[in-house]
């Protein structure tokens, strides 16, 4: 989920959601993930399992969780991640390790009939299964929701659509937005109350840094594409980028290394990005057909999404909205 470090470094601060207007690109696998974690910790699974055991919690997630941006001034837009990048495969080989390794506590959470403990695990052990992505894709569909696929990272391409100037922002919980180039970010989008905005532009001119500089400091604290340089935190990195310039320079002046430090500098300022995509921001969703297809093809509890739904309505029922065709 990006360097979590990065926040001390950012500008961020919380708005509240009543100011935040136009379209989001929102990094589809980071927003998916946190509600299907959540509706697993807090819901029965009989209310999202269908009667050959396939789990679509993911859909509860997505009904819950769009009213959210239906009931402000906000379209979002939903970018889905492509294929990782080969500098991400030890990240993704330790989720995977701890993912197992939650399993195993979950299996003994199961025979000792700990109920906390299993809601708990559960969450924790959750991932973007093929029927997840197709099922939420087609929800999404149903919903009018404008999809965008990704050749790679989900937020790099998000960024650039709101470089492009095609999106106002990008909504990601991963701090590596900024050392994408994202202008503004939205994170919380999934938590109760007021977005944060985190602001690229003023996050550079608090340290005087330009966005390569930012990108060369976030290597030294180590991101989701390399490991920092040990002793060196957010502090450190910004008083030693802004005394030698640059990562080769820094790393010089400490007799330090970086594994692919030249190759994640490129990920981060030539991302893997398209300008193949297009959306309209004006939406048109099929409430009937997208009741139907939860509650009937997937055989999620209707209990379970019928506010989710009915907020939905209410929105594309107020006047004034142009976003509703």
Known sequence: MGNAALREIAV???????EVE??????AHNWLYRYLTTTVKWTNSAAYTTPDGIEVAN?????????????????????FDGGPSELKADEIESRREQ???????????REEG???AIAQLESRTQRLTPTIQETSRELLGLLDVPIIEAPAEGEAQAAHIVRRGDADYVGTEDYDALL????????????????ELMDLAATLERHDLTLEQLVDAAILIG?????????IGPKTAIAEITEHGDLWSVLEARGDSVEYGDRVRQLFRQPNVTDDYAFDPTLEPDLEAARA?????????????????????????QTGLDRWT
């Open 12 to 18: 961020i601060e919380e708005i509240p959601f009543d």
């Open 22 to 27: 136009g379209v989001v690109a929102v990094d």
């Open 59 to 79: 859909l509860v997630g997505i009904v819950q969780g769009l009213p959210k941006f239906f009931e402000h001034d906000v379209t979002p837009v939903m970018v």
């Open 99 to 109: 993912r197992e390794t939650y399993e195993q506590q979950l299996e003994v959470a």
């Open 114 to 116: 700990d109920e906390v």
């Open 180 to 195: 994408f180039g994202a202008p503004l970010t939205l994170r919380q989008l999934t938590s109760k109350g007021n977005p």
């Open 223 to 231: 991101t989701d594409f390399n490991e920092g340089v040990s002793g």
């Open 293 to 317: 297809y939860v509650t009937d093809e997937w055989d999620v509890d209707a209990e379970e999404v019928e506010r989710g739904f009915e907020r939905i309505e209410e929105s594309v029922t």
